[in-house]
């Protein structure tokens, strides 16, 4: 069984940039979480998609944006690239909002803004 | 705010010793946990999942959860250099994690 899978696996973009990440959950999975993490920070929660849906939102400004599509596949965007955007994007999936099973994640996009 | 508040660390134990991981949080509503490892430069994995008050034992690692005192808990027996990472604990529902402790096991 495939994982969840994301891409790109690295992005160099510049302050003001636009950029586009993405993420496919694993087969059966409806339920996808986009996290920030910053260089030896923890996990900043920004955006939680089910069944197309925007289900949560963390503390983060409108241009950090994204979407669902029917296949349960998701994008992140973000614009207005700043500095501090520098991280790595991990998106985990799950196969519904109350699933026991745990939250399984890709291995990330690594943004750096220059 | 709901929050869930790691010790940072670092933890230091020598090998063989048992690593003890706390994890407290805000929300009386949050009924279960997760704990993940993460090492560094890669993606957390899923090694724990706790929903009932007491223990839950898997292999070399036991997860606490007291529900009156809102606290969980991850101990790791016969610590290997190998566990050295950082351990993140998060509630289900809106997988809110706390910062994590980073655990550093001498040989």
């Known amino acids: 069984e495939a994982g969840v899978t994301q891409s790109p696996t690295h992005l160099i973009k510049t302050r003001g940039q636009q950029v586009t990440l993405r993420c496919s959950p694993i087969?059966?999975?409806?339920?996808v979480y986009w996290y920030q993490q910053a260089l030896g920070l923890g996990l900043q929660f920004l955006l939680w998609?089910?069944?197309?849906?925007?289900?949560n939102r963390g503390n983060f400004p409108p241009r950090f944006s994204g979407r669902q599509f029917p296949n349960y596949s998701s994008e992140l965007n973000v614009n207005a690239l700043e500095l501090e955007d520098s991280a790595l994007y991990l998106c985990?999936?799950?196969?519904?909002?109350?699933?026991?099973?745990?939250?399984?994640f890709g291995s990330g996009t690594r943004l750096t803004v220059v | 705010q709901k929050e869930v508040e790691q010790n940072s660390g670092p933890l230091s134990v020598p090998e063989g010793a048992i690593a003890s991981l706390n994890c407290t949080y805000s929300?009386?509503?949050?009924?279960?946990f997760f704990w993940y490892r993460q090492y560094s430069g890669k993606s957390p994995e899923l090694i724990m999942f706790?929903?009932?008050?007491g223990d839950k034992e898997d292999g070399r690692f036991t997860a606490q959860l007291n529900k009156a005192s809102q606290y969980v808990s991850l101990l790791i027996r016969d610590s290997q250099p190998s566990d050295s990472a950082t351990y993140l604990c998060a509630s289900r529902g809106n997988l809110i994690f706390g910062k994590g402790t980073k655990l550093s096991v001498k040989p």
């Open positions: 998609y089910d069944e197309g849906e925007e289900r």
């Open positions: 087969s059966g999975h409806t339920s």
């Open positions: 706790i929903y009932s008050n």
């Open positions: 985990a999936s799950t196969p519904d909002r109350g699933s026991n099973y745990g939250y399984t």
């Open positions: 929300d009386r509503g949050s009924q279960s």
